[in-house]
């Protein structure tokens, strides 16, 4: 099969990749709900190819403050995957989590953000075990560790890592509703780019 290069990613596919998205966000979507006991809908998930220079806009810009948990994956598959939440959605999950009243003005303490690593670590975990599912690939990730910063530096640490090797991300949007509550979750698959042909490869799309 010819290689197929990231930047060459046809309709089909994006399509293809979107489905990857879906589902992943559906089981974590699942997870959540089964966490915070509660029923959770999800809103359609956005998916698509960026380049690091335009992620953090997405995120409302390099300045915008947020939480970011963050793995490094071995295996067939290498890089990195972030799950990323805005101020607002964070204290909205670790307060349904805790089963308080939501206030959006609260400063995390230390158990609020051991949460949220927890939080962020089922919900990437469950995307990562559909990817598996879906491709047949052995994806290993690390414990997670989680930084409280701007979009920007916290981006930073995957572009210096992986820029010499490829400068793209999968970028899944999700919003997750639990009754009038929307949290809005990002998960970011960092792969490096012979693993991006790998991922397609296993789901049998060429050229």
């Known amino acids: 099969m010819s290689e197929i290069h990231v930047d060459h990613l046809n309709t089909f596919h994006l399509d293809i990749l979107r489905e990857i998205g879906n589902i992943g966000s559906g089981n974590a979507t699942t997870a959540l709900a089964k966490l915070i006991n509660k029923k959770v809908d999800m809103g359609v998930p956005k998916v698509n190819i960026l380049e690091f220079k335009d992620v953090a806009d997405i995120l409302g810009g390099a300045d915008t403050e947020v939480i970011g948990i963050v793995f490094d994956l071995s295996g067939d598959i290498t890089g990195m995957m972030m799950f990323v939440l805005d101020q607002r959605s964070a204290r909205i999950l670790v307060n349904l989590l805790m089963g308080r009243e939501i206030h959006e003005d609260e400063v995390f303490t230390d158990i609020d ?34 930084a409280q910063d701007m979009a920007g530096a916290i981006l930073s640490v995957p572009a210096i890592e992986f820029g010499k090797v490829g400068d793209k991300a999968l970028f899944i949007e999700t919003e997750f509703i639990e009754g009038k509550d929307q949290v809005s979750g990002y998960f970011i698959l960092i792969p490096e780019m012979k693993s991006f042909h790998k991922i397609l490869e296993a789901l049998g799309v060429s050229k």
């Open 113 to 146: 953000l051991s949460a949220l690593q927890e939080i962020g670590n089922i919900l990437a975990g469950s995307y990562l075990s559909s990817l598996a599912g879906l491709t047949h690939l052995k994806i290993a990730p690390s414990i997670p560790y989680m």
